[in-house]
C-alpha cells in the first residue's frame, strides 16, 4: 500500500511539472486506492474475505489450482452472503483455515468435485467443528447446473463458455448481484443437464458472453431471448460487460484484478458483488477501453487492487493517470480552439469563449445538475414500459438536455434506453469531463477508429438491435434541434454511435 502511494505520488509531482508546460493535467487525488493481496492467492483469498466480512456463518470453497468449477462460485457466494476462500486439493491452505476461524465459519460449501476438491477436506473441516456439503457434477458444466439449481428459479442467466476463465470471471461479480447463475457451456453443443434445466425453469432473458466464435449460434440460440455482449478480446469484452450494466452499478469501488489468472478474480468477486462493483480485468498493456474507463473513475471512485505487485503493477495507475482518458483524435482537441459556430455555445456554458475550462472534477461537478428524465425501456418479454432516468449534464443545458428525451419520449419510435451517461471526468479535454456529451446504450452504438478497429462497445446494428440507434431517428433528430452533433456522422474518420456533444467533440 505504502509503496503504491509512492509510485503514484514520485509519478504524479513529474507529471505535473511536465504537463504544466504543455495540456491541463489529469486531476487525480491520491488516496482513492488500496490493494488486497497476500504472499499467495490463498493469502489474498483470505484477506480479501476479512475484509469483506467480519463475520460469516457460510463460506464457499473453490480450487485454487482448476479454475472451472470455480467459476461459477460469485452467485452461490452473493446468494449466501459468504465470502470465497480457496484451496489446494488434498490440504487447506493455513490461511484459508484462519480465515474460517476468524470469520466464525459454521458451514462451508464446496464447488467442485473430489478431482479438484478431496475427500480429505471435509474431513479437516469436520475436525475443526464446521460441516461441509458438495455442489459438483461429473464436469465443469453440471456442476455449473448444481450451483444454479441452489439459486432456485432462475429468470435471468449468464452463459460463458467453460474453455477459458475471462469471460465468466468479467461477469461473475454483476451476475452475482443481480441474483443470475453463470452456466458454462460448450462452444458447439448443449450437454443434456443444461437441456434439463432449460426445461425445468421459465427463463426469460439470457446474457451471451462473446461472439459466435466463442460460443456459436447453435448453443446460443436454445437459451430463451439471448443478448450477445461481445468483443474483440477478453478485455474488450470485459469492457463492455460493464459499460451494458454500468446504470445498475451504482457502488462506490471498482475492482481491478489480472486477466491473465483467475484466482484473485474469483476471491474478489463475492466482495465486488456486495457492493455492486465491476471488476476490471488487466494485463501489463492496458488496452484503450479498459484505459478509459478506469480514468472515468479515478477521481469518483475508490480503487481497490486484487492481488500483489506481481500479478498487478502499481504503477498501471499512473499509466492510466498520464494518458488522461482521449477515447480518439478527433475528440482530443482543445475546445478553445477553432470554436468557429460553437463560440456563442462556449460562452453561454462558460461564461465567455476566454473562459479556461474546468481544472478538476471538484469545480466540474460544482457546475452539474441532474435531470430527471422519461425513457422507454424493454422487459425480458421485449414489451416496452416506461419508465425514470437521470442524467447529470452541465447546468447551462440542462432544460435543453431535459426537452430532447421529451422528444425522444414522445416520438414513435418509443426508443428504448437501458444506459445513459453524461457527465464523467475523465481528464484531458472529453466533452464529459463539462457535462456537455451524452453516451446512450454503449454496447448496441460502438465507437470505431479511422482504422476501422472496435473501441468501444459491441456493435451497431439498427435492423436488428432497438437499442442502435437510427441515423434518421428519434433520437439523432431530437438532439439535431437543440444543436448537439451525433457521432455518427460529426466526423471524417471514427465513428461514435452511442455519443452526442454539444461542441460537436
Known sequence: MQKLKKNLVGFLLTATFIMSMATPSFGYTIGNEHRLAGQDRYETAATIAQKGWTES???ILVSGENYPDALVAASLAKH???PILLSRINNLPEDTRLALGHLGVKRVILVGGTGVLAEQLQADLQTMGIESSRLAGQDRYETAIAVAKELGNASDVVIATGEDFADALSISAIAAYKNMPIILVPSKRIPSAIQNFLVANDITRTYVVGG????????AL??????RITGVTKYDRNINIINRFQAELQGDQVFIATGNNYADAIAGS???AKLNAPIVLVN???????RDYLIGKLSEKELTILGGEGVVRGTILNET????GSRGETRSLDPLSDLGSNETKFAMVFGTSASPVYKSATEAKANMADVSIDVWKLNPKGEKYAAKATVTVNKAIAERVKSVFQEIFAGEEKYPIYAVQGYSWRGGTSEHNYGLAIDINPNENYMINSSGNVVSGSFWD???SPYSIKENGDVVTAFKKYGFAWGGNAWKSSKDYMHFSYMGK
Open 57 to 59: 456463518d457460510v463460506a
Open 212 to 219: 459466435s466464435e466463442i460460443i456459436s449460434d447453435a448453443v
Open 80 to 82: 449466501h452472503d459468504a
Open 462 to 464: 439498427p435492423n436488428k
Open 321 to 324: 493517470a498520464s494518458s488522461r
Open 270 to 272: 463475492a466482495y465486488a
Open 222 to 227: 436454445q437459451f430463451p431471448n439471448t443478448e
Open 284 to 290: 501489463d498493456n492496458l488496452p484503450r477501453p479498459t
